[in-house]
């Protein structure tokens, strides 16, 4: 079945610590997206991608760090320089994204980030 | 810049019919999705309106009426399993439309 697949489910960083959450999709989406979700609330925007060797800022993005050599490949890099990122990070994908039509995102299950 | 107002919790009974508000603030307009989220697992799309008027995908429905920057999802017949977060997200006027999300309405369903 294709779907989108995040890993690890839950992830712990150290003080000074780089870590990284990987999402992979075998949708043949071009769009892919990054989100942080804090408890009761919605969805904020770190990073996306349009298409393969292309990624953009989103609203919160000071911390991370995202690349996309691959079109199916999406990993986020939680820097040290992110000083409160206990979150939970949903990775998700569309067909393409800037388009009028309807563009739905799939998503994954998530990936629970704490600091030990 | 974009912004959604949702109500944030709702609480229902089992058969009813309930109706989730979100009214948003966005510079440029490119359509209101609604999307659930049962706790702790991935957001699912429900529901997208594109144009004013009612769109109806069995128990649920969505409106939306542009000139009131006004949008709601109705969910009939209610059922346990409807327990969940209900977000609201426009697509605005970012050259790549990205969507914003509402903080979310928490929608309890008892028996």
């Known amino acids: 079945d294709g779907g989108i697949t995040q890993s690890p489910k839950y992830l712990f960083r150290k003080e000074g610590q780089n870590v990284t959450l990987s999402c992979e999709q075998n949708?043949?989406?071009?769009?892919m997206y990054w989100y942080r979700q804090d408890p009761g609330q919605g969805l904020r925007l770190i990073y996306y991608?349009?298409?393969?060797?292309?990624?953009q800022k989103g609203d919160i993005a000071e911390g991370y760090s995202v690349s996309r050599e691959k079109k199916e490949s999406f990993p986020l890099t939680v820097t040290s320089a992110q000083k409160n990122p206990t979150a939970f990070y949903l990775c998700?994908?569309?067909?393409?994204?800037?388009?009028?039509?309807?563009?739905?995102?799939?998503f994954g299950d998530g990936t629970r980030l704490s600091i030990l | 810049g974009q912004s959604l107002e949702q109500p944030s919790e709702v609480t229902a009974v089992e058969g009813a019919i309930v109706q989730i508000n979100c009214t948003y603030q966005?510079?440029?307009?490119?359509?209101l999705s609604w999307y659930q989220q049962h706790d702790g697992g991935a957001p699912t799309f429900l529901s997208y309106n594109g144009l004013d008027g009612l769109e109806e995908t069995g128990r649920f429905s969505s409106f939306l009426s542009r000139s009131d920057s006004y949008g709601y999802l109705l969910l009939q017949e209610l059922q346990m399993k409807d327990s969940a977060s209900y977000f609201c997200?426009?697509?605005?006027?970012?050259?790549?439309?990205?969507?914003?999300f509402g903080s979310g309405t928490q929608l309890t369903v008892l028996p």
């Open positions: 997200a426009v697509r605005g006027a970012g050259s790549a439309r990205q969507l914003t």
């Open positions: 991608s349009q298409i393969v060797n292309d990624f």
């Open positions: 966005t510079s440029g307009f490119y359509g």
């Open positions: 998700a994908s569309s067909i393409k994204m800037a388009d009028i039509s309807n563009q739905p995102q799939h």
């Open positions: 949708l043949n989406h071009d769009a």
